[in-house]
């Protein structure tokens, strides 16, 4: 599996194949998830995961993460696409998630045949739920940019909240 340390200080993949300072929000989300296989195909790594530090700078550090890995697998359209949902599901953990500066957000993208799957995971356990968009005064537009770009979605709450989107990879026939 192919890692990213995009944090500011080290802290422990979710695996624990290393070690350093981990903060209690990165053990909450390694001990709540799910143990998981790479997904290997023909000697290429399809699975990404990141932790990145909740702040003003999380959704730009995930999203250029997400953007380097994918970028010699899948179709640029498909990238693009990747790229602001990553940085719209961060930014909803940062600004509504009520995390602690500095929690441990987890990211994770895997790459499938026909589809990639994107999650984004964070220590809180806040429910979910678009407003409509106001183009007005701003607002409502990450989870109506979910709905509209991925081909399906939804969350999880077990102590912590996951929200994942996946995102075709050939055009819609």
Do not use: K
């Not at 940062?94 to 994770?108: E, F, N, P, Q, Y």
């Amino acid at each position: 599996m192919w890692r990213f340390d995009a944090t500011l200080r080290r802290v422990a993949p979710l695996d624990g194949d290393a070690s350093g300072p981990v903060s209690a929000a990165a053990v909450a989300l390694r001990e709540r998830r799910a143990p998981r296989a790479s997904a290997v195909q023909a000697g290429r790594e399809r699975r990404l995961e990141v932790i990145v530090a909740s702040g003003i700078d999380a959704p730009a550090t995930a999203r250029a993460a997400v953007a380097a890995w994918l970028s010699p697998q899948i179709p640029e359209r498909v990238i693009e696409d990747a790229r602001l949902l990553v940085s719209e599901l961060v930014t909803n953990s940062v600004r509504h998630a009520r995390l602690a500066a500095g929690a441990a957000i987890a990211v994770s993208v895997e790459v499938f045949d026909a589809f990639v799957r994107v999650e984004v995971e964070d220590p809180g356990d806040v429910a979910i739920g678009g407003v409509a968009p106001n183009r007005e005064h701003g607002g409502g537009f990450g989870l109506y940019l979910v709905e509209t770009l991925a081909r399906r979605w939804g969350s999880r709450h077990e102590g912590t909240t996951c929200v994942w989107a996946e995102l075709a990879i050939a055009p819609a026939a």
